[in-house]
C-alpha cells in the first residue's frame, strides 16, 4: 500500500510549530488506518514525534538548506513506497518541489504565498489567505485548499467543553511556543510581579515550550511565589488554556487552538511570519495585538491590556463566542483528507 510521508522540521530556532500541526495531521491520519512516515533534516524532532508512535527518518541535512536534502529523500520515497509527501517548511525552493513532484504526488503547506509552486495541491489555513490570491497564481491543475477549515489542531480541540468566562479576570495562562529566544516569559514574569495587576490575579500559568533553554532558572526565581505555576511541553495544554480568563500567546498555530478553545487572547509577535496572523486576528476582532517583542513595548501594551479592555466581562463573552464559531478544531481532518482523496486519485 503506498503510504503517506510528512517532511518537516522542528529546533531550537524554529521551534515546534510545524511538527505539532503535522502530528495533528498524522493523528487525523491514523484514525483512517493510514500510518504516516515523519522524514526530518536531523534527529532533533524525532523523540517528539517517535513518542507518539510514529517512523521517523533523518535525512543527516540541513535544515535550512533544502537542495542538499533532494538525493537522499528521493532515495527514501522509493524505499518506503510513498505515493503522497505532505511537505511543510519555510525553506522549500521551486526546483525542490517540482523535483519530488516529478518522483511523488506532493502537498505543499504554504501559509507564505510567496511563490508558485510545481505540487499536486496547496494547503493555506492562515486566516490572511485572502491576500495571497492563490487560485488566480496557480492552473487548474493545482488543487487549491484554502482556509481557517484547514487549521491543523490536535483532535482534542475539536470537542471541548463550552469556555466558561469569569466576571472577573483571575487566572491568566503565559505562551511563546516552542522557544522563547527574546526571554519573553521571564521579563513578563517580572512586568506583572511589579504591577498593580498582581495582586488582582490568583494564578499565573507560563507555559514553557520544549526547547527552552531556562526553564529551571526561571522556576527557582519565581518558584517561591505561589501565584507562578511553571510547566514545560505541556502535552494537554487546552486543559490549561480552558483554566484561564485571559491568554497571552506567541501569533503562531497555538492563537488557533485558543480560538477553537474560546479562550479570549493578547498576541505578541516574535518572528516575522507570526506578525500576519496577529494583525489578521486584531483585524477580525478576535484578538487584540500587543507588538512585536523585537520593535515594540509590548509588555507595557499586554498590561495596559489587561488593566482595561480585558476586564470587561462582556467583551471576553463576545470574543469568545466569535472565536469558536471562527475555528470549530477540525482542520486536521480536512487536511487528511485532502491527502487521502489525492493519494487515491
Not at 93 to 116: C, E, I, N, Q, R
Not at 190 to 210: A, D, F, P, W
Not at 232 to 252: C, P, S
Not at 292 to 301: E, F, Q, S
Amino acid at each position: 500500500m503506498k503510504r503517506i510521508g510528512i517532511r518537516v522540521d522542528a529546533n531550537e530556532i524554529i521551534a515546534t510549530g510545524h511538527v505539532s500541526r503535522c502530528l495533528a495531521i498524522a493523528e487525523a491520519l491514523r484514525r483512517t488506518g493510514q500510518c504516516p512516515v515523519f522524514i526530518c533534516a536531523d534527529e532533533c524532532p524525532g523523540f517528539l514525534i517517535e513518542q507518539k508512535g510514529y517512523e521517523f527518518f533523518s535525512l543527516q541535512s540541513d535544515w535550512k538548506n533544502m537542495e542538499e536534502e533532494i538525493a537522499s529523500l528521493q532515495k527514501l520515497v522509493e524505499q518506503q513506497n510513498i505515493g503522497i509527501l505532505f511537505v511543510d517548511s519555510y525553506y522549500v525552493t521551486k526546483s525542490y518541489l517540482k523535483k519530488m513532484h516529478a518522483l511523488t504526488k506532493v502537498v505543499y503547506m504554504d501559509d507564505l504565498g510567496k511563490d508558485v509552486y510545481d505540487v499536486d495541491a496547496i494547503v493555506c489555513y492562515a486566516n490572511y489567505y485572502k491576500d495571497f490570491r492563490l487560485e488566480g497564481r496557480y492552473s487548474s491543475k493545482v488543487r487549491i485548499f484554502q482556509g481557517i477549515k484547514y487549521a491543523p489542531l490536535r483532535t482534542t480541540f475539536s470537542n471541548l467543553p463550552l469556555k466558561e468566562i469569569s466576571p472577573a479576570v483571575k487566572k491568566i495562562i503565559v505562551l511563546s511556543g516552542g522557544t522563547d529566544p527574546y526571554d519573553f516569559l521571564e521579563r513578563f514574569s517580572e512586568k506583572i510581579l511589579k504591577s498593580s495587576l498582581y495582586e488582582t490575579l490568583e494564578i499565573i500559568y507560563v507555559i514553557c515550550g520544549r526547547y527552552y533553554k531556562k526553564y529551571n532558572e526561571l522556576a527557582r526565581k519565581f518558584g517561591e511565589n505561589s501565584k507562578y505555576r511553571f510547566f514545560k511541553a505541556v502535552e494537554d495544554l487546552e486543559q490549561y488554556m480552558l483554566l484561564a480568563d485571559v491568554a497571552i500567546t506567541a501569533a503562531g498555530v497555538t492563537a488557533y487552538e485558543l480560538c477553537a478553545a474560546g479562550v479570549p487572547a493578547i498576541t505578541y509577535v516574535m518572528a516575522d511570519n507570526q506578525r500576519k496572523n496577529a494583525e489578521s486576528f486584531h483585524k477580525d476582532g478576535l484578538m487584540e495585538y500587543a507588538g512585536d517583542l523585537r520593535t515594540d513595548p509590548v509588555l507595557n501594551k499586554i498590561v495596559e491590556l489587561l488593566n482595561g479592555k480585558y476586564q470587561d466581562y462582556s467583551y471576553r463573552k463576545e470574543v469568545s463566542n466569535a472565536m469558536k464559531k471562527r475555528v470549530d478544531g477540525k482542520g486536521s481532518e480536512h487536511v487528511a483528507k485532502v491527502l487521502l482523496d489525492i493519494l487515491q486519485d
